[in-house]
């Protein structure tokens, strides 16, 4: 390790933990959900037939029934992130699954990704970096607040810890003086 690095808490290292959990739970439920929808092909038949086929094939269909309790599990770990973190830190890397949904879009279901698409792409994770960075170095100054020593304040005279503000008002006992 690096000197001078920060090793991390065990805390620190569950919500990572937990987020990329999430992250990845999300993207595999887009795309087991993608890969069924192909299984099934297009829906263009909206007729009272056609629905009832569509509805009994998403009940059995294993790639649905799998994306579906995925993307479950990745909306619960979603309000166990927001009950700990900021939802201003949850939600851009909550973001960053398009990120992974691109690649395995591409990787698993031979999608064809445009230049665009990835430019857009590398735009959020941009964007995810700042975000996640700014509140590393917010945090960084305020453990570097709570933690540093405080001022040095000049010792007071026995007479100043005992007469204390009284001492310009009403005589100081110690003395008999009125100041």
């Known amino acids: 390790m690096l000197s001078g690095a920060k090793r991390l808490t065990l805390t620190e290292w569950k919500t990572i933990g937990l987020l990329l959990t999430m992250v990845t739970t999300q ?3 887009d795309i087991w959900l993608s890969q069924g929808m192909k299984v099934f092909g297009a829906v263009e038949d909206y007729s009272p037939a056609g629905l009832w086929a569509l ?23 979603y309000f166990t992130a927001t009950s700990r973190l900021d939802l201003s830190l949850v939600l851009p890397l909550f973001s960053s699954s398009y990120i992974l949904n691109a690649l395995l879009a591409w990787l698993i279901l031979g999608e064809e990704v445009s230049f665009y ?14 975000v996640c960075w700014s509140e590393h170095r ?6 570097r ?20 503000y009284f001492r310009w008002v009403l005589p100081c006992p110690e003395s008999g003086l009125a100041f």
Do not use: N
Not at 55 to 77: K, M, N, Q
Not at 117 to 130: D, E, K, Q, Y
């Open 27 to 29: 993207v595999l439920g």
């Open 55 to 77: 509805f009994l094939y998403l009940l059995t269909s294993p790639w649905i029934v799998v994306g579906v309790i995925t993307l479950l599990f990745a909306l619960f770990l």
């Open 117 to 130: 698409r990835w430019l857009a792409t590398f735009m959020i994770a941009s964007g995810v970096f700042i």
């Open 138 to 143: 917010h945090r960084s100054q305020l453990m």
């Open 145 to 164: 607040e709570k933690f540093s020593p405080p001022p040095a304040v000049p010792v007071k005279s026995s007479r100043d810890r005992h007469c204390g």
